[in-house]
Nanobody
Framework: QVQLVESGGGLVQAGGSLTLSCVLF????????MGWFRQAPGKDREFVAF????????SYVDSVKGRFTVTRDNAKNTAYLQMNSLKPEDTAVYSC?????????????????WGKGTLVNVSS
């Protein structure tokens, strides 16, 4: 059974940092590209960050460029999202996903599997 489990969310003050983790069970992470998405209260889910299967190619939504970094440790079957200089508008449920690259699409990842998410709450 394929399962993605996120952790690392929590309450943080504006300007602070958090690192989210995403562990993949039931599949090998090297077989997939992966992404991070978020959904704020009352809003649609949006793409945040993309990481290719090799880890060599990344992309980010403009609002997090220079603040967030997506990485992976394939030996641990785990991906990470390092979030610095957090803002109240970053408050959302963050979910990881695995799939294949999507071209000519608003999202760079065609998702095969989703995690359930972890809540990040940034206070002002």
């Amino acid at each position: 059974q394929v399962q993605l489990v996120e952790s690392g969310g929590g309450l943080v003050q504006a300007g602070g940092s958090l690192t989210l983790s995403c562990v993949l069970f039931g599949r090998t992470l090297t077989s997939y590209s992966m992404g991070w998405f978020r959904q704020a209260p009352g809003k649609d889910r949006e793409f945040v960050a993309f990481n290719s299967w090799s880890g060599n190619r990344t992309s980010y939504v403009d609002s997090v460029k220079g603040r967030f970094t997506v990485t992976r440790d394939n030996a641990k079957n785990t991906a990470y999202l390092q979030m610095n200089s957090l803002k109240p508008e970053d408050t959302a449920v963050y979910s990881c996903a695995i799939g294949v690259p999507a071209y000519n699409s608003p999202n760079p990842l065609r998702v095969d599997y989703w995690g359930k998410g972890t809540l990040v709450n940034v206070s002002s």
